[in-house]
């Protein structure tokens, strides 16, 4: 079996203790058609098969995590009541799951008072912290990476943020250099650190950019919607681990359960350090219908509406694997990251690829060998339809040119951008699937004719 199926047992055992507790009820529930259930349930069976097998250890491609049973069980049982977290109103439990699971997010990152809440997903939580940012820094500028998510500009553009992207270094984090030189020229309000890259899991520079902070005195907000669940690893090299010991020090934070934190879609996270950023989100708009004087979601989240089936996921979720160093979800995680060093380990030795320096988290980029920058991307883009034709499912990313070069300065130089390979190894049995992994990639990089 390849999915997990037979738990879809225990989800009837859990609605009929659901059910249970709404017992003095007269029935209501609507007749259903099995018949037409089926026949519409077969065919978006039929339609789902068009896709890449994420769930699947050989994908290792773009950045995709099946979800734990434990959560879309926990989702599809909270979708019998359908709650809406934006307020106490809509989703009594539901919302005091949101809360609890959410302190215990911000007690991974060491705050024992914070403010925060879910969001649709990690732009959501960004756009969040920078609105908060703008407001308290008035027309001030946000600086980022060039390796930054692409959103960051764009969420600058819609709250008319003055926004500043800095050239990245050789290892795609943030230049301090280059940061400090921006910040001496003076009307910096707000830098936003990476910790884990979209791109190659690159971590920046926290101690430095707080270093930094000291002086200048702007605003930090940590963008860590990939990776910030890796505080938990204890197996990071020393300058991942030194940035993510000091996380608890900056002014707001992201992290996406939907990415590394075994939820389904649509659920990322904003935390502030100062709960009392609540006050800017104030307002009072005569339909919403608080009847309680506890704190609504609603009241400190921009979106209105929210899934409370995404806070019991992730509530359940927490359950059973708490954020713990040292607990099974640490555990997942670093193996993750060791399926992510095998595969470096093996690309470094072989004199057919290229490789960047040594993956910082669970994401690999590399390149098949080539004589010039044009040259690489094809074979590149060649290994990568091999690879999936043979089962193995991979991604392609871009690096620009004068990086790569950086990295592999015999490469000539007669493109732009180098098309490389990437690997997002984001689920802990690519550990065991490596030496499968490993002679897929072997077959496709030969089929290619190089080597
Ligand atoms: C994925 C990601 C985002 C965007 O999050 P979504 O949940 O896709 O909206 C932002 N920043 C980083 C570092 C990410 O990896």
């Not at 077969?42 to 950045?63: I, K, S, T």
């Not at 703008?134 to 926004?163: K, M, N, Q």
């Not at 910040?183 to 930094?212: F, N």
């Not at 004589?371 to 392609?396: E, N, Q, T």
């Amino acid at each position: 079996m390849r999915f997990d199926i037979d738990s879809l047992g225990l989800l009837e055992e859990a609605a009929r203790a659901l059910e249970s507790g709404f017992a003095d009820l007269p029935p209501a529930a609507a007749e259903d058609d099995g018949a037409s259930l089926r026949r519409v349930l077969g065919e978006v069976a039929g339609r789902l098969h068009d896709n890449y097998p994420y769930f699947h250890p050989l994908y290792a491609g773009q950045m995709l995590k099946p979800p734990h049973p434990v959560a879309r069980l926990a989702y599809a049982l909270a979708q019998f009541i359908n709650p809406n977290n934006h307020a106490i109103d809509g989703g009594r439990a539901s919302s005091a799951m949101e809360k609890e699971a959410v302190a215990e997010i911000a007690g991974m990152l060491g705050w024992q008072t914070h403010l925060g809440h879910l969001t649709g997903g990690g732009t959501m939580a960004n756009l969040e912290a920078l609105w908060v940012a703008g407001r308290l820094r008035d027309g001030e500028t946000i600086v980022a990476s060039s390796e930054a998510h692409y959103t960051h500009r764009r969420v600058c553009e819609v709250l008319r943020l003055p926004f500043k992207e800095l050239a990245a270094d050789a290892q795609g984090r943030l230049d301090v250099a280059r940061l400090a030189r921006r910040l001496r020229h003076g009307g910096v309000g707000t830098v936003v650190a990476t910790l884990g890259t979209t791109s190659r899991g690159a971590v920046d520079p926290l101690p430095e950019i707080l270093a930094l902070r000291e002086r200048y005195g702007f605003r930090l907000h940590v963008d860590a919607a990939y990776a910030g669940y890796f505080v938990l690893a204890g197996n990071l090299d020393a300058p991942a681990r030194a940035a993510f010991e000091r996380v608890g020090e900056v002014d707001s934070i992201v992290i996406d359960p939907h990415k590394h934190g075994l939820q389904p879609y649509g659920c990322g996270c904003v935390l502030f350090r100062d709960p009392a950023v609540g006050r800017i989100y104030r307002h009072d708009s005569p339909y919403t219908y608080f009847t309680s004087s506890a704190l609504h979601l609603g009241e400190i989240s921009l979106e209105c509406s929210r899934a409370g089936a995404g806070a019991v996921a992730l509530w359940a979720t927490q359950r059973l694997l708490p954020l713990v160093r040292g607990g099974a979800f640490a555990a997942d995680l670093e193996r993750c990251r060791e399926a992510a060093l095998a595969l470096y380990a093996r690309l470094a030795a072989d004199e057919r690829f290229l490789v960047l320096e040594p993956p910082e988290l669970d994401i690999v980029l590399w390149a098949p060998r080539a004589g010039s920058v044009a040259g690489v991307s094809a074979r590149s883009r060649d290994i990568f339809k091999g690879a999936a034709a043979r089962g193995l499912h991979l991604a392609l990313a871009r690096v620009p040119t004068e990086t790569a070069r950086a990295h592999w300065p015999e490469l000539a130089d007669d493109a732009d951008t180098v098309t490389c390979l990437r690997s997002v190894l984001m689920k802990p049995d690519h550990l065991e699937w490596m030496d499968r992994i490993w002679l897929i990639l072997d077959e496709a990089t030969l089929a290619s004719g190089g080597g």
